[in-house]
């Protein structure tokens, strides 16, 4: 049996060997004898690019009183209590059972999370490499990574209190909670100013739940009070958020009431990007604060209060027991908020003169007069991005109805973007997605990360013998497959071939699967500066059509290709790019719904599919010249 003291003693000594994380790992036999392996595991080797151990933040076990050692401590003392009489009984159903404590170290922006014990079951966090650990007296250890991990359902249906954990910092689950928290406060202030924004506008009011009863069309839903950290590039707090929130997973929709709502798509993006570098058009992005509260709500809908509240909250707010929610406004969380928000602000723009394109309802278009020229905004749920000469008048025409919020000019829904002038004078835009593939490699624990090629054809379209993974590694391929695709559809065309045969064994995945996918991250991390760049390009090189003796240049060139009977089932793999104005805008990559016998046949069915992607993006490109040019009747 170690002593507190030998815990310290030992702590200290592999403090100042190895200054990382320790796992103390301790297992009882049935007379409480111990076992010869309890020395603390090393941390393993490669965590820094040199393959040293490099020093994090120091600590004193014994600086405070609730420092880590000494919640070491205790936690040690209640994992292993000392012998009695009563305890020591070989047949005791408690013997034998192996006990395990996780040693965590505090780092500046982390806490420990730990030490909550309810029905036997236990959490530790470790901060700096983003694990969750539990353990269960009738279950194995669970482990999983990042603040996104798929946890137990054994210990989320027991383990109800217990830390999210974004970046390292802790988050409260409900209001009750962060009564517990330090920063108490902050929290408190941001509840009370999401409920007093959500009371300014008339969200909601107080009706007693026996009058909503008589409804005959009435829907009670539940609702929650949701806590997130907003933080900046260095992980640094920069506010307390907290939202109201419908829980809309049971809210039924009527047939007339719609769910759908448009966003710009990675094409749609970047030719309006080509379009506004053609007429030298500038563009800002904006965000519709509460967009969604600006819709009206259904008059059938009524919202519970939400649970684990303050009595003060609740008397004071909520009207105390026996009252509930009517909704007079569109909530986050209920199926149809995003479609009223959509219908809301594409109303709004037709108010003050554009137009809602048929190709894509995204975009709105109209006519500058003043400067000969147009007015374009993308939408992508409450983000907007505005081309024009003069973006800020545009935005005060929307602000007259709702609370617009310029944001970064250097970023539009995740993806980065850089602004600089072609060699022709035009303004080119450069897109990359660096922060987002760095955060996925971190979370994922594959850092740091070796130079790799990018996999090879023969390599992924090879047969596969390999074992099959476990649940949790299904998991991990599949969140993997996921980033992999997100850069594969915005901004890394080079990555298309390998989301197209990895992103096939979803379910399936194999060990070697796996490491073709990890092969694909490294190579898109080492790549990660590699941007996509748009730009009207007046001297490009279009395809000349010969009819007639007369020479007809087209603004839209699409490239097709096809794999014949690539894969091991014999499917044919189509890809295409398509170029406006000598910019890449679109890409396809996909396999080919039929089989075929030759590789002719192959051609054709990816020149057919190429060309119904380069179809809609020329009628997309004609639909917003012709706002320009109401004139143009033809289009080549």
């Not at 929290?187 to 007093?196: P, S």
């Amino acid at each position: 049996r170690i002593t507190s003291a030998e815990i310290v003693a030992e702590w200290e000594k592999i403090n100042e060997r190895y200054p990382t994380e320790i796992s103390y790992t301790r297992k009882m036999d049935a007379s409480h004898g111990k076992l010869p392996n309890h020395t603390p595991s090393p941390p393993s080797k490669g965590n820094t690019p040199t393959g040293t151990h490099q020093p994090r933040a120091t600590l004193n076990p014994m600086a405070a009183p609730d420092s880590t050692a000494s919640r070491i401590i205790s936690g040690w003392k209640r994992a292993n209590p000392s012998p009695t009489p009563e305890n020591t009984n070989p047949q005791s159903p408690s013997q034998g059972r192996p006990t395990k404590f996780r040693v965590v170290r505090d780092t500046p922006n982390s806490r420990l999370q730990s030490g909550k014990q309810q029905s036997n079951i236990a959490a530790y966090f470790s901060p700096s490499k983003g694990i969750w650990r539990y353990e269960h007296e009738k279950g194995p250890v669970k482990e999983g990574r990042g603040h996104r991990a798929s946890l137990h359902s054994s210990f989320l249906s027991v383990h109800k209190s217990y830390h999210n954990v974004v970046s390292g910092h802790a988050i409260p689950d409900n209001h009750l909670h962060a009564q517990s928290f330090p920063d108490a406060q902050e929290w408190n202030a941001a509840t009370r100013k999401e409920i007093g924004n959500l009371i300014s506008r008339g969200v909601f009011e107080l009706v007693d739940i026996e009058e909503a009863k008589q409804d005959p069309n009435c829907q009670f839903i539940k609702s929650k009070l949701g806590y997130n950290l907003k933080t900046d590039a260095s992980n640094n707090i920069i506010r307390h958020k907290c939202r109201f929130f419908a829980r809309g997973f049971n809210h039924i929709l009527r047939e007339s009431e719609a769910s759908w709502s448009p966003t710009a798509q990675p094409s749609t993006i970047h030719v309006t990007s080509t379009i506004a570098s053609k007429y030298n058009l500038k563009d800002k992005n904006y965000d519709a604060v509460g967009a969604y509260l600006y819709a009206p709500s259904s008059p059938h809908i009524y919202l519970y209060p939400p649970p684990s509240i303050t009595e003060e909250l609740r008397n004071e707010v909520f009207g105390g027991e026996g009252k509930v929610l009517r909704m007079r406004r569109a909530l986050y969380g209920l199926k149809d908020s995003g479609a009223r928000w959509y219908q809301q602000l594409s109303s709004t723009l037709q108010d003050i003169g554009f137009t809602c394109l048929v190709n894509d309802p995204a975009v709105f278009v109209r006519n500058n007069a003043k400067y000969r020229s147009l007015d374009m905004i993308t939408t992508y749920v409450d983000d907007l991005r505005i081309y024009s000469k003069d973006p800020d008048q545009v935005a005060n025409q929307i602000r007259k109805t709702y609370d617009l919020k310029e944001t970064s000019p250097n970023e539009y829904v995740g993806i980065e973007v850089e602004r600089s002038k072609n060699k022709h004078g035009y303004t080119e835009y450069a897109y990359s997605l660096t922060g987002f593939i760095e955060r996925t490699m971190s979370e994922h624990d594959l850092l740091p990360a070796r130079q790799q090629p990018i996999p090879s054809n023969n390599d992924l379209f090879s047969i596969d013998t390999s074992p099959q993974l476990d649940q949790r590694g299904q998991a991990t391929y599949r969140s993997l497959i996921g980033a992999l695709g997100y850069a594969a559809n915005h901004c890394r065309p080079d990555m298309s071939i390998p989301f197209c045969i990895l992103s096939s064994y979803n379910g399936k995945a194999t060990k070697r699967r796996m490491q073709q996918l990890h092969q694909a991250m490294r190579y898109l991390y080492h790549t990660r500066h590699h941007k996509l760049r748009i730009s009207f390009k007046p001297q490009h090189s279009p395809i000349s059509l010969i009819s007639n003796a007369e020479t007809r240049t087209s603004t839209v060139t699409a490239y097709a290709d096809a794999s014949h009977a690539s894969t091991h089932g014999k499917d044919s793999i189509t890809g295409g790019i398509i170029l406006l104005y000598g910019s890449c805008v679109a890409w396809i990559c996909h396999r080919q719904r039929f089989v075929v016998t030759s590789s002719a046949a192959a051609e054709y069915i990816a020149a057919s599919e190429v060309h119904a992607e380069a179809k809609s993006i020329a009628q997309l490109h004609f639909a917003i010249e012709s706002i320009m040019k109401p004139t143009l009747t033809t289009y080549q």
